[in-house]
């Protein structure tokens, strides 16, 4: 399973950015596909997830700016990032969880994406 994550940039506070990010190889139809972030002396964190069949998760810090959406024929996601401030500055890499019979298989990450949002 590979995860390739695309979007990220330079942006002013208030802006916006897509991140998106495509899973390939052996999918199971059971996942969740979610974005994860990690700024400069911080722990990773969760922010946002969805799952196939559409339950989503939204971290309260971005819950009224992010939304999250995925497109299952494609195994995609997509992050989009409104009204950005500087703290959500961060590395942001995407995550796989499968599941089978309610069973967690393995996790698969992407490789990180920048976004850095500027005062």
């Known amino acids: 399973v590979q995860l390739q994550a695309f979007g990220g940039g330079l942006v002013q506070a208030g802006g916006y950015l897509l991140l998106s990010c495509a899973a390939s190889?052996?999918?199971?139809?059971?996942?969740?596909l979610g974005w994860y972030r990690q700024a400069p002396g911080k722990q990773r964190e969760l922010v946002a997830s969805v799952h196939t069949g559409g339950r989503r998760y939204l971290d309260d810090s971005v819950e009224d700016r992010f939304t999250i959406s995925r497109d299952n024929a494609k195994n995609t996601v997509y992050l989009q990032m409104n009204s950005l401030k500087p703290e959500d500055t961060a590395v942001y890499c995407c995550n796989i969880k499968m599941y089978r019979h309610g069973t967690r298989l393995n996790d698969y990450w992407g490789q990180g994406t920048l976004v850095t949002v500027s005062s």
């Open positions: 190889g052996s999918i199971v139809r059971d996942n969740v």
